[in-house]
């Protein structure tokens, strides 16, 4: 009987953490925190931030972490356009950039994330937190 007690919780929780995951994250959302971050610069203006974060289904972010690395993020309608959204991030990078796409890229759920540079974990681990729904 008390292991059942115990597990009832944890099935909740179990099941709570997976609806959550399908919630797509939204720049609306997300923006708040990271300027609670001190990124600085923070905007969703479709003009500052790009224009494949500018057009993006759930809004773009641009943003400048206090290490000075700037981030733009583009929140796509759900993870299924993840894909699209990436291939044109590598389209239009400047020359110089393509071949490093891969140490600045990242994809969370529905948003695709591109630093300028190679992000030190604790910006990538504060943007990762700031991305909500």
């Known amino acids: 009987m008390r292991r059942a007690i115990v597990l009832v919780p ?4 179990a099941a709570a953490c997976g609806a ?3 919630t797509p994250f939204t720049a609306q959302a997300s923006i708040g925190c990271l300027k609670e971050k001190h990124f600085t610069g ?9 224009f494949i ?8 972010i641009t943003a400048t972490a206090p290490s000075r690395n700037a981030v733009t993020i583009a929140f796509t309608d759900d993870a299924d356009h993840v894909e699209q959204t990436e291939k ?9 950039l393509r071949p490093h ?3 600045v890229l990242r994809v969370s759920r ?4 591109v630093w300028t ?9 504060t943007v990762e937190g700031c991305l909500a729904s």
């Open 117 to 125: 540079t190679a992000p030190s974990t604790e910006d990538e681990q």
């Open 110 to 113: 529905n948003a695709v994330i």
């Open 42 to 50: 923070a905007t969703m203006n479709p003009g500052k931030v790009g």
């Open 88 to 96: 044109a991030f590598r389209l239009h990078a400047p020359p110089a």
């Open 53 to 60: 974060a500018g057009f993006a289904a759930n809004g773009g």
């Open 10 to 13: 944890l099935a909740l929780l």
């Open 101 to 103: 796409m891969s140490d």
């Open 20 to 22: 959550r995951s399908n």
